[in-house]
Structures are given as structure tokens and as C-alpha cells.
């Protein structure tokens, strides 16, 4: 849902066909996001020169042409985003989310961006991995005064290379992303690139964390790397979008690290190459296949592959503890530990006494454990096999041959062809060989080196 907000009195709701002399020597209206919901495209009003992006569980800004000029006008404000169904947060953000609108240029094109200040404190934007004039980079006290709160300020420069950026405060960093401040950029080449492929898909997310205690709704700002959220956008799964795509697609996803440790970020079933980073586009020599890609902190990472398996290929950060929303930490491993006779002993003196995971974590997906308020369970998400057991940083990408050109709407659960699944062994079950059996049992023999060999191990 995009609603448009009156804003700085007089302009009232403009219309993009009908903007009077008048009313483009005044602000442009920001464009405010009330849902969490993945966006369409925004594709380009004169002409379609670029295939737009899509920013997962997020939208695109819309601008306005002011004699030459595209103007955009983000409002750093407080917001609620839910994190997934069953949690909101109380972060900052801008024009009515975290992260904020992507903004999405060509290169070349000449850029004005009003930031206007609603946090009770002051702040700045910085445009990571631009050129522009040093008085545009957005360094609070360095390059700028601070923008106070109240006040807007303009930033003017033009998209000079073609890329994978992002935008965020400059101005108590620590604080304002940790409360959710920031954005995606992508800037399109003007014309045919020789190290930029036309992708059929290009999606865009960044990485972000939040250290939020069960049964409350804001991050704890102090927090230096203990967080217990990780998200894409500020979504935890099952509230991150499935990237959907049809077979044989060109496939782009960028991705951005705003958080205070990395992330390998991992795609089943496929190979892709990282054709690009904040630095810009990756040279055809340094390219290599790779299926998992850690993203620093600081750093973006764009990665392309054909969508040539059809399936729901799991995508996620291959850090175990980042697949799962807020627990608590300081539960002792209790795998094989035999608890009967204890429980009864300890349910004793403390009624609600319960034992976790005797035989590993999993009984967690599915264990319906009274939560706090506003709190995501652990490990959580239904496929259509069972519980997912996920949380955090994790999500389907669905190859569909059905999946109509631009169509991003979800396809549902993959139909998988007869007899392409795992399933149940139901024949003799041997008995297992192991080395060093004793006379009579199975064994390997190994042949060593030298030929002489031939003794069990
Ligand atoms: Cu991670």
C-alpha cells in the first residue's frame, strides 16, 4: 500500500501529470509505505530503458523530472515495520519503513534529493559508494553541518557510474542503524555495458540486525554484535518474500551488508558468479562460479546465475544461528542427556519446568510454547512437508517454466515430479562396515601406499 501524505502545507495531493510551475518550485511530496509487502517494479514512465528492480518486501521511490532533474524526497521519520506476521517494530526509517524506498537512477542522470528531518534527533545521509562532490557525501560535521530535526536539507549530484549502492545516516551511526536508517541505490548503465548484462530479474535487499527482547518492540541501540534479529529489510522468515522467477531466467540479486558481522549467503541448485560490488561492475577474469558468497560488513555484492533447475531452492546465510529469530542464548546442550526422574523432581518447585532439546533443537519448530507478546517463535514456517524449523535470514527462490515473463506473484509450493523426492528406504537395511571390527563383523581393507596393504583398519 503506497499512500500519499500531505506534507509542508499547500501542495495537498499533486497528481505527477499535473505539477504546476508553482508547485515544482516547492518540495516534492513524499511518497509514504504503510505495508511490508513486496512491491511491483517500477518501471521507468518515459519508456521502459531499463528493466527495473525489485526490492524484496520493499518498493522503489518515485521521483518527478523538475527541468532536467530527478527529484526525490525522503523523510527520516519514525515507523513501525513488521518484522514477519506476529511482530512489529518500533524503528526509524524513512518515508514510512525501514529500510527506505530504493532509489533507482540511470547513470548520468542529474539528481536533487530532499531529506527532511523527523527524528527527535539531528542526522545526515550518506550516498556509500558514490562519486560526487566531497560536500554531497553526507558526513555529518565532516562534509556538512548536521541536518537538524525539523529541517530539510537538498543533496545534489550526479549518478556517475552505474551500480550497486546503498544510502544511510552518517550522523550516530551507531543508534540510527541499529534503529533500521537506511536504503538501497542502484544506479543503471546509460547504455549498453559491456561487463552489465541485461538481467530478466534483479532483485536488491540489504542486510540488517536488531537486538530486540522478547515481548518488546524496540531495538536495544547499545547492542555492538549480540543481536538476536537478523533480517533482509527488516524481515525475519517466513516475513521475507520468495524471489519468484521463471525457467532460463537471467537472474540478479544485490545485496548489501548494514549489519555488524557477515554473511555468507547461500543459493541451493544453482552456480552464480558476483558480476558486481560497490566498487562496480567485476572484470569477466575475476569471475568464478560460486554458490555461497560472504558479504562483509560495509560491503555489497551483486551475484547472477541462469534459473535453469525448476524447484524451491532454499536461500539463506549459511550462519546457523542467523536461520533463527530471538531464543535464549545460555541454554545448556542437553542432547542425550536422559532427563527422566528429574523433570517430575524439578516440576516440583518450578510448575512450568520444561525440557528442551533432549533430542536436538528441532522439536522447537514444531513445539507450541506460550510466547511473549509481540515475539517470533525461534524456528518457525510451514512447507509442504512439514515444519521449516527456520528463522531470520532465510527464503525460497521458486524456478517456475509457468511463471509468466514480469510476473513476480507468488506460484505456490513446486509440484515435484513423480519420483524425484526423497523418500523412505523400506528394503534390508545391511549391516554398516566399520573399521577395526572385530574377526567375523564387516571391515574395510585399506591398500596402502607401498602395495603391501591389505590389513584391516
Ligand atoms: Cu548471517
Known sequence: MTSRRQFLTGAGLVGVAAVSRSALAALPEPIIQTGADTQPPLAPPEGQDYNPVVTLNGWTAPWRMNHGVKEFHLVAEPVEREIAPGMVARLWGYNGQSPGPTIEVVEGDRLRIFVTNRLPEHTSIHWHGQRLPNGMDGVGGLTQPQIPAGKTFVYEFVARRPGTFMYHPHADEMTQMAMGMMGFWVTHPRDPHP?????????????????????????????????????WNSRAFPGIDTLNVRLGDRVRVRIGNLTMTNHPIHLHGHEFEITGT????????????????????????????????????AMHCHKSHHVMNAMGHD??????????????????????????????????????????????????????????????????????????????SDPGWFAHPEGTVAHEWRGDTPTAARAGAAEGEAAFRARKPDGHGGHPH
Open 195 to 231: 561487463l552489465i548484462a541485461r538481467a530478466d530479474r534483479d532483485f536488491c535487499f540489504l542486510l540488517n540486525a536488531f537486538d530486540i527482547e522478547p515481548g518488546s518492540y524496540t531495538p536495544k541501540v547499545n547492542t555492538m554484535l549480540d543481536f538476536n534479529l537478523w533480517t
Open 278 to 313: 560497490d566498487g562496480g561492475p567485476t572484470p569477466l577474469t575475476a569471475r568464478w562460479p560460486e554458490i555461497t558468497v560472504d558479504v562483509a560488513v560495509g560491503q555489497m555484492r551483486q551475484i547472477e546465475f541462469i534459473a535453469d533447475e525448476p524447484g524451491d531452492w
Open 331 to 408: 541454554v545448556p546442550t542437553m542432547i542425550g542427556v536422559d532427563h527422566r526422574g528429574v523433570v517430575e523432581k524439578i516440576q516440583k518447585l518450578v510448575p512450568d519446568y520444561m525440557v528442551m532439546g533432549e533430542r536436538g533443537m528441532a522439536d522447537m519448530g514444531e513445539m507450541e510454547m506460550p510466547l511473549p507478546e509481540n515475539t517470533l517463535p525461534m524456528m518457525t514456517g510451514h512447507g509442504p512437508f512439514g515444519p521449516l524449523e527456520m528463522g531470520g535470514m532465510f527464503t525460497v527462490l521458486k524456478v517456475r517454466a509457468e511463471q509468466a515473463p514480469g510476473d513476480y
